[in-house]
């Protein structure tokens, strides 16, 4: 058997957290068992969906890296078939028109609240319809009344769920559209799921939906529920927490690879181990490991684990992702030194994209002003003279490199009898405008010689101007 998954989301939004987490388990799922990984679009709630928000889910799925074999399919290409299986499902006798009116069902409800009972359709119109002249009618599916339901949830065990709990579901609508169970049930049929990983907020709709299934001589997939992702104070993961949305991370900063890594391990563990690669991940995931209790959001371990691998990734593959941000600022990154030597001066020192773009820009275009206290301290009357000296060794050099700068900056303090300090501070603050910075060398080496002479003459010019 092909292990077939899908990830099925509803267009009405972002592609969020907890939506990549149930499509990297899919994806991971048949991507280890050879399978094959579908993508469905459930756009049926035509008020709701949204083709920014398809957009918007396909952009986070390529950022990811979660390819699809197959899709992405629309289920509003689909609603002939729909009809076709509802039309199955009447001529059975699996399925009857209701002509209850809204006033009734809702009075039946208000009874049934006020006894203390589970609202449910009592079954007026399953034996007989009572036909209303001129309104037209839903129909319903003929829910068996007895026996149960049992889900073999791969992640929660066993969930016996009895048939008299149902109650007889709509599954179309007066106007004749087909409702959210129906169209599930009919495309995992159609599309041969085998595997239907989602969120546990499904629940209750497996046992309606396995009963459909049934009812249509198909094959009942597996099924694996996976539990909730709560934020921080332990209520359940929504926009107060913070970022939500899986292209805020990348805007923020983050490479996609930190993020699966952070995904993966909401809610699934292998031993003690944190960093998994995409490799090892697909090697070691499995639907028994994934927890059943839910999982928090933590937004620092999501910041260590992007520093671990803008740290060990390679220095191009980060340099790429370190493009687009710096692109964001409207600067050409070919206007200043190679992207990768860049990642690997800063890598250490920053733990987001964001960060080491904003620590770079100023290889790439002038900045405005100098930190208030950096030059308070640093561009001074005295300074200037180190600039000077500096200036003038620095223009005879020929060969523009990190050992050479390195050694000029070293001889000339000692030649002047002064701390490395009292040199490489001014100089820092002299062509990055602050003091926090790589090592000067290399921070000079990247800068170019030209950058650099203009910028000690900018500030000696600048230290004039406060006499
Ligand atoms: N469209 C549903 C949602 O976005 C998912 C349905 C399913 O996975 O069965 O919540």
């Known amino acids: 058997m092909t292990i077939r998954t899908r990830f099925a989301p509803s267009p009405t939004g972002y592609l969020h957290i907890g939506g990549a987490r149930t499509a990297l388990f899919s994806w991971l799922y048949a991507r280890k068992h050879g399978g094959k990984f579908i993508l469905r679009i459930e756009d049926t709630d035509l008020e709701r969906s949204s083709q920014e928000s398809?957009?918007?889910?396909?952009?986070?799925?390529?950022?990811?890296?979660?390819?699809?074999?197959?899709?992405?399919?629309?289920?509003?290409?689909?609603?002939?078939?729909?009809?076709?299986?509802?039309?199955?499902?009447?001529?059975?006798?699996?399925?009857?028109?209701?002509?209850?009116?809204?006033?009734?069902?809702?009075?039946?409800?208000?009874?049934?609240?006020?006894?203390?009972?589970?609202?449910?359709?009592?079954?007026?119109?399953?034996?007989?319809?009572?036909?209303?002249?001129?309104?037209?009618?839903?129909?319903?599916?003929?829910?068996?009344?007895?026996?149960?339901?049992?889900?073999?949830?791969?992640?929660?065990?066993?969930?016996?769920v009895a048939n008299k709990e149902l109650d007889d579901l709509i599954i179309a609508r007066s106007d004749g559209t087909p409702t959210y169970n129906l169209t599930v049930v009919v495309d995992d049929m159609d599309m041969g799921v085998t595997h239907v990983i989602r969120g546990d907020d499904h629940i209750n709709n497996t046992p309606r939906q396995m009963n459909i299934l049934k009812a249509l001589g198909a094959n009942v997939p597996e099924y694996a529920h996976l539990p909730m992702i709560l934020g921080s104070d332990g209520a359940r993961l929504s926009k107060r927490h913070g970022a939500v949305s899986v292209m805020q991370y990348r805007d923020d900063g983050f490479l996609p690879e930190a993020l699966l890594n952070y995904l993966v391990r909401l809610g699934w563990s292998h031993g003690d181990q944190e960093i998994f690669s995409l490799d090892e991940m697909v090697e070691f995931f499995d639907l028994e490991q994934v927890n059943v209790s839910a999982s928090s959001f933590n937004r620092e371990k999501l910041v260590w684990l992007n520093h671990h691998y803008i740290m060990t990734s390679d220095p191009a593959h980060v340099a790429r992702h370190l493009s687009w941000h710096i692109g964001q600022k409207e600067i050409d990154p070919t206007d200043g030194p190679d992207l990768v030597e860049v990642v690997k001066v800063q890598r250490e020192r920053c733990k987001t994209l964001v960060e080491m773009a904003e620590a770079s820009l100023y290889f790439y275009k002038e900045f405005e002003a100098y930190e208030e206290k950096a030059a308070k301290k640093n561009l001074t009357t005295e300074a200037a003279l180190v600039l000077q000296g500096l200036h003038e060794r620095f223009s005879s050099v020929e060969d523009w490199r990190s050992d050479k700068l390195h050694q000029i900056v070293q001889a000339f303090?000692?030649?002047?009898?002064?701390?490395?300090?009292?040199?490489?501070?001014?100089?820092?603050?002299?062509?990055?405008?602050?003091?926090?910075?790589?090592?000067?060398?290399?921070?000079?080496?990247?800068l170019g010689k030209q950058k650099t002479l203009a910028r000690i003459e900018r500030a000696i010019a600048y230290i004039k101007t406060l006499n």
């Open 54 to 160: 398809v957009n918007a889910i396909l952009e986070g799925m390529t950022w990811l890296g979660l390819e699809y074999d197959e899709g992405p399919f629309y289920q509003t290409h689909r609603f002939d078939r729909y009809k076709e299986v509802i039309q199955q499902l009447l001529n059975q006798g699996d399925a009857y028109y209701c002509y209850c009116s809204k006033e009734e069902l809702e009075q039946l409800r208000n009874e049934q609240m006020a006894n203390k009972e589970k609202p449910r359709y009592n079954g007026k119109c399953r034996q007989e319809s009572y036909f209303v002249e001129g309104q037209e009618p839903v129909i319903r599916f003929k829910n068996p009344e007895d026996g149960a339901v049992t889900i073999n949830d791969l992640v929660k065990g066993d969930i016996v």
């Open 413 to 446: 303090a000692e030649d002047r009898q002064l701390n490395l300090g009292k040199v490489a501070q001014p100089l820092r603050v002299a062509v990055m405008g602050s003091s926090v910075s790589p090592a000067i060398d290399a921070t000079l080496t990247l």
